[in-house]
């Protein structure tokens, strides 16, 4: 998996790439723990580079939002599509979290 | 290719290094002190021929100057017969080294009526003879010693001569010539003699040794030996015949070189088997002679040689000195390693409790030994921890397999499940994955003619993942009683779920509730992906999700109910994402298109089947790459009420 983070403002902006399984979900648990531990916790995450998303992914992203719920801040998505939109929506997770089609629309909130 | 030790190679290397240097030193001694003593052997036949020439010209001068003295007071013409005689006689006694001596007149000159007048005085047993030399058999006039200083007009020294007359002694003898004046001219007068045996010549030459058989001898103005170690040369002799007979061109050379008074230092050329010998010759100042000193040249380096072998066998003692302390070094260092190698070898093969051999030198071999004992330790240490890990390993692998075991036993294995049920039938798989998963169907009645259906899926894999979908299992069917819709038992289920959740683990869940009489069902969904709905006879489709979130986490989430009515012969198959998430081996997906596909083109459906041809499709597929997750599917196929009843 790859990750790139961009700053705006107090938002970190986090571009996720490759697949989110159950075999790479500790690649983004590691990599959301630097998010709180940087002081970050407003936090979108740019799932366009996203491929696949296991059940096991899903967990990894509810934990990520609890620990940011936790520490006041907030988690917000954009950029989905194909599969990964579908899983979001049939899972609920997009109706559990707040959705964007852009960064630039989820930096304007 | 032998194999050879560390102490082979060692020694090999040292000794060898060790005799070029032996060799090389010795080489050089032997070549410097060859010269040296060439040098000094040189020099020694040097200062001998000197001191001998030296010895024998200052006797051969004083020889001389008493023959010149005698010649020039001949001149003196009022000398009378009797006072020549007089004088003859008293210098021959007052000079031993003269043999003897003769004044000879010319013809006719001391008196007109005598042809001779030549007296001799020489020396016999002790005593001095005397005769008159001239008679018709003897005409002294006509003599070489005579004849050449005459026409010369100088002294001369005659070739020596065997005097067979006066006891078989070589002599040599040296005449002057003397004149008087008569008329105002000087005419020839006579000759002085003066003879001297050559005796003494060949003690003193016979003297000089060089060496152990070196030799010195004389040669005559025409090269004949005067003296030589080998006495029949002597007289008969010359070095020029000597030459002629040994082929030798050399020796003529040196021949001629000798008689012309030359000096010189010449190794000989090896003639008639003889060894090398050097020459050093030298011309005398009187007489013509020249004088030669030969020394073998063996003989002269023989104390080389001699050094060269004792230096030879020191080195040698040496050599095989080095060679011993060499192995014995090489040994201590190597033992200890053979001993450490062939421990190793056994160590090796499994033996850890082997006792490694008592290495105490305080060296790298200690060193090494020492990193072995610590070897050996810690792979002891290493080795006890892996069982203990592969033991535990195995443990808790045997567990899983038995939790995994327990987990499988808990769902409805047993088909069909309802044989005296005609109005349905259901039809249920579970595909494991190779880790322990999360999947879970169950169904059920809950009153006579409403029956309960499922398929769930729980987040993430192992252990955990298990034990929450044992869990959600069981509430499932605690909690589903009769009259309830299927949200409200999932609303309950999710809030028990939820309550103590803390590990953030949620389940995917489909739930239907059907009646049998009817067909009437009611469903609920939890983030569960879609179940296709299988009219009979008509196109599957997808049963619409409600986007209602998973269940577990958000304890206050009320799910909803929604309901449609199966005609006889429709199928609802609900499965997992492990169905349409299947992988090949180039990590595509089996897609819900090709599922779709698949159940379209399905002819005469029936429960067992669809769920069947689904598994094999997912198979061939698969192509057997490794499954990744739990491949869950679940037919409901209803029939309708039973009219037999």
Known sequence: MDFTQTKNGDTLIVHVAGRLDAVTTTEFDAESQTWIADGNIKVIADLSGLEYISSAGLRSILTAAKQLKGAQGSLAFCGLSGMVEEVFSVSGFAAMFPMFATVDEALAG | ??????????????????????????????????????????????????????RIDSVLSGVQKVANNIALSMEDASLTKEDILELNKRVLANNPEIYGMAIAFEPYFLESDKLYFAPYHYRSGGRIGFSMLGDPAYRYFYMDWYQVPKELERAVWTEPYNDEGGGNIIMATYTVPFYRTMDGKKVFAG???????????????????????????????????ITHPTRDYIMNETIFSLAEELGSSQLREIGRKMVEGDRGFTQLDKTRGAEDRYLYYTGLE???????????????????????????????????????????????????????????????SGNLDLKLPEITSRDEVGDLAESFRVMNTSLKTYIENLTSTTAAKERIESELRIAREIQMGILPKLFPAFPEREEFEVYASIEPAKEVGGDLYDFFFIDDTHFCFLVGDVSGKGVPAAFFMAVTKTLLKVVSERGMDP?????????????????????????????????????????HNPPIFMPCGGTPKWIPPFGEPVAGIMDMMEYSTKTMTMAPGDIMF?????????????????????????????????????????????????????????????????????DKK
């Open chain 2, 1 to 54: 290719m032998k194999r050879h030790g560390i102490a082979f190679k060692l020694a090999l290397l040292i000794l060898s290094c060790a005799f070029i240097i032996v060799a090389v030193i010795m080489g050089y001694n032997y070549y410097y002190s060859r010269g040296i003593i060439l040098q000094q052997a040189q020099t020694n036949a040097k200062s001998v021929a000197h001191e001998t020439t030296s």
């Open chain 2, 191 to 225: 000759v002085v003699t003066a003879d001297i045996s050559l005796e003494w010549l060949e003690d003193m030459i016979s003297d000089i040794k060089l060496f152990k058989t070196g030799y010195a001898f004389l040669l005559s103005r025409h090269g004949t030996f």
């Open chain 2, 286 to 348: 009187y007489g013509g002679w020249a004088l030669g000193v030969l020394f073998p040249k063996g003989e002269m380096l023989a104390d080389v040689h001699r050094l060269s072998w004792i230096m030879g066998l020191i080195g040698l003692c040496g050599f095989f000195v080095l060679a011993l302390v060499i192995i014995y070094i090489a040994r201590r260092i190597t033992h200890p390693l053979t001993e450490l190698s062939s421990a190793a070898l056994e160590i090796a």
């Open chain 2, 487 to 527: 949200g409200d038992i999932i609303t309950k289920v999710n809030g028990d779920l939820a309550a103590e959740n803390e590990s953030c683990m949620f389940v995917t869940l489909f739930l239907a509730i059907i009646d049998i009489e009817t067909g009437e069902t009611r469903y609920a969904n939890a983030g």
């Open chain 2, 574 to 642: 609900i499965y997992t994402d492990g169905v349409t998430e299947a992988m090949n081996q180039e990590q595509k997906l089996y897609s819900d298109e090709r599922l779709m596909e698949l159940l379209t083109n399905m002819k005469e459906p029936f429960a067992p089947k669809v769920v069947k041809a689904i598994d094999e499709s997912i198979k061939v597929f698969a192509e057997g790459a490794e499954q990744s997750d739990d491949i869950t599917m679940l037919a409901m196929q209803f029939m309708g009420k039973c």
